[in-house]
């Protein structure tokens, strides 16, 4: 279900998110999924979309509304403005079979699912009615799972964005830990900061130097980041 709040333009998602299970997408629903290894119980999540008309202190102030809302167990905030890069390489398409060199080419690029890092970038833990928080910047590295022999000029200009590049990342998140939470008496709470990715795949064509045609070398994962997923995890008495 989508919801727009006022004055802001925000999309707001609850979901129950399993392992693997559906999670829709920035402003529409996606086929995939977000791949979250974090916890392989089922989880209370709540996405949200900044608009980039937003100021800083009105995406700090919405994020930490959400965030002191103990039945939300997983609060992810995915800014869409970050996965904008200007890429002026150009992909390596051109074929010259007769030349001593093996000629690459990198097609096919469509979306992939969301996935959620499996290790945090910022963390705090307290007790009973201590405020955590985390605010800091990461720089959180683009990756690719394979290059099949292409360079990485081919696969930027393919992909849109730098295959080398990293994306900066404003964690900012505060929350007081309740006394209970669903009629648990709560000792300590963790607070943990993790990259969300958008992932595109890639197909990868070589042509050898003595042929007049290409062959399908494997296909890959570039992923990059674009969002932060807060996650709550209660010790009880």
């Known amino acids: 279900m989508f919801k727009k709040l006022p004055r802001?333009?925000?999309v707001v998602l609850s979901v129950v998110m399993l392992?693997?299970?559906?999670?829709?997408?920035?402003?529409?629903?996606?086929?995939?999924s977000i791949n979250n290894e974090i916890d392989s119980e089922s989880t209370k999540s709540t996405v949200l979309t900044l608009d980039d008309s937003m100021t800083v202190s009105e995406q700090n102030s919405m994020i930490n509304d959400y965030l002191s809302d103990p039945n939300v167990e997983e609060l992810i905030v995915l800014?869409?403005?970050?996965?904008?890069?200007?890429?002026?390489?150009?992909?390596?398409?051109?074929?010259?079979?007769?030349?001593?060199?093996?000629q690459y080419k990198v097609n096919n690029v469509r979306g992939g699912s969301d996935v959620t890092g499996s290790s945090g970038i910022a963390t705090a833990i307290g007790e009973v009615g201590i405020l955590l928080n985390i605010g800091q910047t990461k720089s959180v590295a683009t990756t690719?799972?394979?290059?099949?022999?292409?360079?990485?000029?081919?696969?930027s200009g393919a992909l849109g964005y730098s295959v080398t590049g990293s994306t900066s990342i404003t964690i900012s998140g505060q929350y007081r830990v309740p006394s209970k939470v669903n009629g648990k008496k709560v000792k300590t709470c963790?607070?943990?900061?993790?990259?969300v990715y958008k992932t595109k795949l890639y197909d990868v064509h070589k042509m050898p130097w003595n042929a007049f045609s290409w062959t399908k070398m494997g296909t890959g994962k570039a992923k990059k980041a674009y969002g932060v997923s807060y996650k709550k995890v209660y010790t009880y008495k």
């Open 8 to 10: 802001i333009m925000i």
């Open 19 to 32: 392992v693997g299970g559906i999670l829709p997408s920035v402003g529409y629903a996606q086929d995939g």
């Open 79 to 102: 800014d869409e403005s970050l996965l904008i890069e200007n890429n002026d390489t150009e992909n390596e398409t051109t074929p010259t079979p007769r030349a001593i060199i093996n």
């Open 144 to 155: 690719v799972s394979a290059d099949f022999g292409a360079s990485n000029a081919a696969l």
């Open 190 to 195: 963790k607070m943990t900061a993790y990259p």
